[in-house]
C-alpha cells in the first residue's frame, strides 16, 4: 500500500525557488551512503568507436529489502526539502513509501519515485529493491572464486580486431586453434557488441570470451568487453554444461548489476537482461575482478596470425 490520495494533486505554497533534489544512493543494510550520479552519468559504457551510451530516464537508489518493507524517503535527500512524493505515478500522502513485498530470488521491484519542490522543480529515479538473498549469494559466490584464479593464468591471448568483414581473425590451419567459434551477438549483458569470439574449452572447463564492436574492433574495458567463463558454455544431451554455466558466470553477473542499482531482470533462462545496464558499479568491478577480459599477460595478436602458446 502506497498511502497515496485517490483523485488530488497536492496543493504546493509559493516559496523561495528551490534546486532540484539531489538524491542519495541508500543501502539499508549496510547503513552507508554515497551521492547519486546526475541522470547524465548514469551508464556510460565506452566501447571504442561504437560507443553505446545509454543514458537512463532516471538515476537509481537501491536498497536491500528489510523486514520492515518502509523507507523515509528523506533518507534520499540531502539539505532539500520535498513538498510531495509520487511512487508510480501515484502521489504519496506522507513522506513513507511501503515498497512491499520481499522480491523472488534474482529478482528485483522497481518503483519509479518522482519528487517534486515547492517551486514545482522535480527529480526522478528508480528505487531498485533488492532481496537479502541476493547480496548474501553474491557475497559467498565472489569469496570463493577468489580463493581458486589459477585458472584464469591459462587464458588464451585475445585478438586486437577481426579479420575484413567481420570474419574469424584467426586462420584456419592454425594448430592448435584457440578461437574456432564467431557468432553475431547483440545483447544488453555487453553493450555496443556486435560480435563474439568464444575459445575451446580447457581441460578444466573454463573458457574465454572476446567480444568486438560493429566496426571489428576489440571492447577492452566495462561490462561491455568479453569475461573469462569459469564453465564455458557447450552443447550437450542434458544442457548440463550450459546450466552450470548459467550458474557460476551469468547468474552472478546479474546479481552484481542489480546490487550496482541496476533495474533488471533476467530473461528466460538468463538469456538477456530485460533492461539495458545503466550503471556499473562497485559489484560488477567486484565481478570483473574474477571474470576478467585478459589473462594476467593482456597479449594481443592481430587477426591472421597463429596465437603462439607460451
Same mark, same amino acid.
Given at each position: ?14 516559496g ?58 528523506s ?11 509520487? *511512487?508510480?505515478? %501515484? @502521489? +504519496?500522502? #506522507?513522506?513513507?513509501? $511501503? ?8 529478482? &528485483? ?5 518522482e ?21 548474501? *549469494?553474491?557475497? %559467498? @559466490? +565472489?569469496? #570463493?572464486?577468489?580463493? $581458486? ?8 591471448? &585475445? ?6 568483414d ?35 574449452t ?20 566495462t ?71 585478459f ?12 596465437i603462439?602458446?607460451?
Open positions: 500500500m502506497l498511502g497515496a490520495a485517490p483523485g488530488r494533486s497536492p496543493r504546493f505554497p509559493v523561495v525557488a528551490l534546486a532540484v533534489v539531489t538524491a542519495l544512493i541508500v543501502f539499508l543494510s549496510l547503513h552507508k551512503e554515497s551521492v547519486l550520479p546526475t541522470a547524465g552519468d548514469c551508464g556510460t559504457f565506452d566501447s571504442g568507436p561504437a560507443t553505446r551510451t545509454v543514458i537512463a530516464p532516471s538515476c537509481v537508489a537501491p536498497v536491500i529489502w528489510a523486514p520492515s518493507h518502509r523507507l523515509d524517503l533518507e534520499l535527500v540531502r539539505t532539500r526539502r520535498v513538498a510531495a512524493w509520487s *511512487a508510480n505515478g %501515484r @502521489w +504519496l500522502g #506522507e513522506g513513507t513509501l $511501503d515498497y512491499g513485498d520481499e522480491p523472488a530470488f534474482n529478482t &528485483v521491484h522497481v518503483i519509479r519515485l519528487a517534486e519542490t515547492e517551486d514545482r522543480a522535480r527529480a526522478e529515479l528508480d528505487l531498485v529493491v533488492i532481496p537479502r538473498s541476493t547480496e548474501i *549469494a553474491f557475497r %559467498r @559466490w +565472489l569469496l #570463493e572464486e577468489r580463493k $581458486d584464479m589459477a585458472w584464469i593464468e591459462r587464458l588464451p591471448p &585475445v585478438y586486437s580486431s577481426l579479420a575484413a567481420g570474419l574469424n581473425p584467426e586462420p584456419g590451419g592454425c594448430n592448435p586453434r584457440f578461437w574456432p567459434s564467431i557468432r553475431r551477438v547483440d545483447t544488453k549483458y555487453h553493450p555496443g557488441a556486435a560480435w563474439e569470439l568464444r575459445s575451446v580447457a581441460q578444466d572447463g573454463s573458457g574465454h570470451q572476446a567480444i568486438y564492436d560493429v566496426t571489428g574492433k576489440l571492447i577492452r574495458t561490462v561491455a568487453a568479453g569475461s573469462a567463463d569459469r564453465v564455458s558454455p557447450g552443447f550437450d544431451l542434458t544442457f548440463s554444461r550450459l546450466r552450470r554455466h548459467v550458474d557460476r558466470d551469468i547468474t552472478p553477473y546479474v546479481w552484481a548489476a542489480q546490487l550496482d542499482g541496476n533495474p533488471v531482470n533476467p530473461t528466460p533462462f538468463f538469456r538477456d537482461l530485460d533492461r539495458p545496464l545503466i550503471h556499473q558499479g562497485r559489484h560488477l568491478d567486484q565481478y570483473l575482478e574474477v571474470r576478467p577480459a589473462g594476467p599477460d593482456r597479449r594481443e595478436f592481430p587477426p591472421g596470425v597463429c603462439s602458446p607460451k
